[in-house]
């Protein structure tokens, strides 16, 4: 038997949430962000859409594209709240559940013999009614088409794609639309002519392979409808983290190291909660002019204090040539461990 996979993504969240507690808000452009100037949209309504402003653009541009749109800072508690008691439907629906973010997730109902459109209707009359919100709903076989199809006519949709629509279905798409093909990928095959699915489904599979390795295989099965990934029930976590926006450009060293410090000790509080440590330490920082660069250290042995953190990230910053003024700096964690771990920490004697 097939699998049926449904797929749900919450519409414009942060903003239906913020509308949704300010009833006044309803009908205007609000976007949520950083409400300065540095900041960066996390998300917007579609009226403040319709101007043209997206996620993760700087809010400086969103002010240019949409003057009038209410700008508003994120209450992430809040949305944390609101997502649990929409999670909670799902669960009482299906427990296999993958969530991919606070506001989205794949859920496999493979094994409920209802017809999955009355399933999928059900989940959205419940957070509709039970919450107040609208989320998008996309109905298929495997996980890559649910997710396309949750996308086709937002907000408040449902779509179906079954097999007999593939890969026609498909054609018209630009082939930013396909899992797997980041911004780099798309540029490289428009520079070959290539701008629809259809355009890319010509090629032979050798081209796919010379292009993006193995995983070209991936993308000419993908577009195929083939995709044989399974919904994963529950996930390791895969890292922590903590960035900052600054209040102004800077390469000034001291208040660069002021920041890791902070973040060290925010960090390394996280993995001792969470009874972990972790052994791969990543410094990432934004330029002026919106370059992102990172590097990464990984070690011998685990550590989770909040001193080896900081001496780890410190010495990154001290090897990265800072040749421009940095905008944002961010340190994260990888390659954790969960469990008590005796280590010695590097400030030992």
């Known amino acids: 038997m097939d699998s049926r996979i449904i797929h749900v993504d919450m519409d414009a969240f942060f903003a239906s949430v913020e509308i949704l507690d300010n009833p006044r808000l309803k009908g205007k452009p609000v976007i949520v962000g950083g409400t300065s100037n ?17 996620s993760a653009m700087p809010i400086f541009m969103a002010k240019e594209l949409c003057p009038n749109a209410v700008f508003l800072k994120p209450r992430f508690g809040r949305y944390k709240d ?24 794949y ?29 998008s709903v996309g109905i298929s076989y495997n ?26 279905i498909l054609f018209p798409l630009p082939i930013n639309k396909i899992y797997g093909l980041g911004s780099k990928s798309v540029k490289k095959l428009n520079n070959i002519g290539i701008f629809t699915v259809e355009e890319l489904y010509r090629l032979p599979e050798d081209i796919f392979v010379e292009y993006f390795g193995k995983f070209g295989h991936e993308i000419y099965d993908r577009i195929r409808g083939i995709d ?4 994963i029930t529950s996930r390791e976590r895969k890292s922590i983290g903590k960035e900052t926006t600054l209040r102004t450009d800077t390469n000034d060293f001291i208040e660069l190291k002021e920041y890791i410090k902070e973040f060290s000790s925010e960090i390394s509080s996280i993995l001792k909660n969470r009874n972990f440590s972790a052994r791969t330490i990543t410094l990432k920082i934004k330029t ?19 001193k080896d953190l900081y001496k780890e ?9 800072l040749e421009e003024k940095i905008r944002l700096i961010g340190l994260s964690v990888s390659s954790l461990k969960e469990g008590t771990i005796e280590q010695m920490s590097f400030w030992s004697k």
């Open 38 to 54: 540095r900041g960066v949209v996390a998300t917007c309504s579609y009226e403040a859409r319709r101007f043209g402003v997206k």
């Open 82 to 105: 609101i997502s649990n008691n929409i999670f909670n439907i799902f669960r009482s629906i299906t427990p296999y559940i993958e969530p991919l973010s606070i506001d989205e997730a």
């Open 107 to 135: 859920l496999d109902v493979s094994h409920i013999k209802q017809d999955p459109v009355d399933i999928a209707n059900n989940i959205k009359n419940r957070v509709r009614n039970e919450i107040g919100l609208t989320l």
């Open 143 to 168: 996980k890559f088409l649910a997710k396309l199809a949750s996308d086709w006519n937002k907000p408040n949709g449902l779509k179906i794609i079954n097999k007999d629509m593939v890969p026609k």
């Open 228 to 231: 044989n990934r399974k919904v």
């Open 288 to 306: 002026a002019s919106f370059m992102n660069h990172t590097k990464s250290r990984t070690l011998n042995i685990y550590i989770n204090e909040e």
């Open 313 to 321: 990230a410190l010495d990154i910053l001290e090897g990265m040539e």
